[in-house]
């Protein structure tokens, strides 16, 4: 089990040191914000639809190391996803940080588990999956840069 739990930890620690998808997307079409001021951390989302689908994505923000490890797993996660795909990976990423139940397979947004048994920082772990689900229910539209 340590094995596992090591691995996990790599899962977070690799996204903190190498964010995947970070900074503003040029042409993004949809945008949305959040912040978690008991922390004091902040995310915005940019998305690009391809139709229906997540055609690219990025995010940007400051805030803890679950906080900035969550957002970088979660532009991964949804990638090429539609609103109904996304809203269904956010609840099994919630299940997982609420309940700490790691699916049977291993999957990277279950390293995030460990966060049930601090309460406090569900909302660090959550925050850019609502600020994503916000841009998803968002009309297209030019986004300043
Ligand atoms: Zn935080």
């Not at 970088?72 to 299940?95: H, I, P």
Request: overall charge negative; proline content about 5%.
């Amino acid at each position: 089990m340590s094995d596992l739990t090591d691995l996990y930890q790599a899962v977070i620690l690799d996204h903190n040191k190498r964010p995947r998808n970070r900074g503003k997307l040029p042409q993004a079409t949809r945008v949305a914000s959040g912040d978690n001021p008991t922390c004091g951390d902040n995310c915005t989302v940019y998305l690009k639809m391809e139709g229906e689908k997540i055609g690219e994505i990025s995010f940007e923000g400051s805030g803890c190391a679950i906080s900035q490890a969550s957002a970088s797993l979660m532009t991964t996660q949804l990638q090429g996803k539609t609103l109904a795909e996304a809203e269904s990976e956010f609840d099994e990423f919630k299940n997982i940080v609420t309940t700490g139940e790691e699916p049977a397979d291993f999957s990277e947004v279950a390293a995030f588990a460990g966060v049930h048994a601090f309460p406090a920082r569900i909302k660090c772990a959550t925050l850019s999956w609502h600020a994503a689900i916000d841009a998803l229910n968002k009309p297209d539209q030019p986004v300043e840069n």
